[in-house]
């Protein structure tokens, strides 16, 4: 009995540790499982958090060259601080090869030139689109279109071959600056080597109904795609959309092209003659002159500058040999009435016929904000004149390519690779 329970006692002793063995070994194995799958478990977290990381820096190295390629457009287009601000915009990005692009920039922002020759400005009308009725049989005025007209090929092919030249849009105000006494004072350029700066001008900038029949745009439009875009009666009297029977779309589409013909966005001057209405809208009319509004908004969001070209754009006591105080008053009110209301105020008046009026006549517009007259001359500078500046413009059209061809060649471009064979012969 004893030896009995003896053997039970080791027995059962031999089970206990058996068992606690088993458990024990089991346990054992249970943590040893469960550490090699959180093992595994870790490696493939790790494994995980590497890809996140590999997909997340390879995002951001998208984010990167988005960034310098849209700050090198910047760059082009003589934004540089911008430039410099967009590259520093996002610090998460903000590594060793973009602080790289940064230094590009400053360096090349210390090797421009501060900008000491000549200041040109260019002027045109509204381009002739259809030759065939500018100079047809039936056109109003053939020999005057002839002279003083530009043709849009002509215009077009001017753009790259002014580029190549250097010269790029600037405004008025990135050359002169003017106090709160009104007195005028140059101001420091500072551009790329081999560019200067080009001021350009539109004049009337409006269509009479003889002239939509004459291969000129009817009015300008705001398009589906928001922007500025003349409309224009076609040979076959249809009316079309063209973004090539303007200056403006012409300009707004080349710049987009070629930012560095624009400093710092800048266009040219859209020269406004109440009489001929705005844009080809009826400045007395509400519905017109709203829509006028509208589009001027719309291009000065684009560049473009609107100013003074007189109300009447008249000769008489207005402007010419004979103009009289009185008349040159009458016509800057009705301009100030009917036609500010739409394109906002502006220190510049072109000359209606390039007039350089003289005396009180001259110091009536600087006393009444315009401190930049504009009149026509092809060899002269601006002169500052007591708190204004005359600035000479020379109008780039059939007249002058023809009467001035070695001088136009010599400071814009090659007239042959110009001048639109359409016209007819120059007398
Ligand atoms: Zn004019």
Do not use: C
Request: charged share 25%; hydrophobic share 35%.
């Amino acid at each position: 009995m004893r030896k009995k329970t003896k053997r039970i006692k080791r027995s059962v002793a031999w089970m206990i540790a058996l068992s606690l063995l088993v458990i024990t070994t089991s346990v054992g194995g249970f943590f040893f499982i469960m550490s090699e799958l959180e093992r595994n478990n870790n490696n493939n977290n790790n494994n995980n958090n590497n890809q996140a990381e590999i997909e997340k820096e390879k995002a951001r190295e998208v984010k990167r060259v988005e960034l310098i390629n849209e700050a090198n457009i910047l760059v082009s287009g003589y934004y540089y601080q911008e430039a410099i601000d967009l590259l520093k915009s996002n610090s998460d990005i903000y590594n060793d090869k973009m602080k790289n692009e940064v230094k590009k920039i400053e360096d090349f922002v210390a090797e421009l030139k501060l900008y000491t020759g000549r200041t040109e400005q260019v002027f045109f009308h509204s381009l002739i689109v259809y030759p065939e009725l500018a100079f047809g049989p039936n056109s109003s005025q053939a020999q005057g279109y002839n002279y003083w007209m530009t043709t849009e090929l002509e215009f077009q092919r001017m753009l790259p071959l002014l580029m190549e030249r250097g010269y790029v849009l600037v405004r008025i105000s990135d050359l002169y600056e003017v106090d709160a006494q009104g007195n005028v004072s140059g101001k420091e350029l500072y551009l790329p080597d081999g560019k200067r700066p080009l001021l350009m001008s539109v004049d009337n900038v409006g269509y009479p109904e003889v002239r939509k029949k004459e291969g000129f745009a009817s009015r300008l439009i705001i398009d589906a795609n928001n922007e500025v875009t003349a409309v224009i009666r076609n040979p076959q009297g249809v009316e079309i959309e063209s973004r090539t029977a303007e200056v403006f779309p012409i300009v707004d589409d080349f710049v987009k092209e070629h930012p560095e013909f624009s400093y710092r966005g800048a266009k040219g001057m859209l020269g406004i003659t109440g009489s001929w209405g705005v844009m080809g809208y009826d400045p007395k009319i509400a519905s017109e002159a709203a829509t006028a509004k509208e589009i001027a908004d719309r291009l000065k969001e684009l560049g473009w500058e609107f100013v003074s070209h007189s109300y009447t754009h008249a000769d008489g006591k207005y402007f010419s040999e004979d103009s009289t105080l009185e008349g040159v008053k009458e016509d800057t009110e009705l301009f100030k009435k009917w036609i500010v209301p739409i394109i906002g105020d502006s220190n510049v008046f072109i000359a209606p016929f390039g007039i350089t009026l003289k005396g009180e006549l001259y110091q009536y517009f600087i006393d009444e904000g315009y401190t930049f007259y504009l009149n026509v001359d092809r060899r002269s500078q601006p002169k500052i004149i007591g708190k204004s500046v005359l600035m000479p413009r020379i109008n780039l059209d059939g007249f002058v390519m023809n009467k001035d061809k070695a001088y136009i060649t010599e400071h814009f471009f090659d007239v042959d690779k110009v001048y639109d064979s359409r016209r007819p012969v120059f007398q």
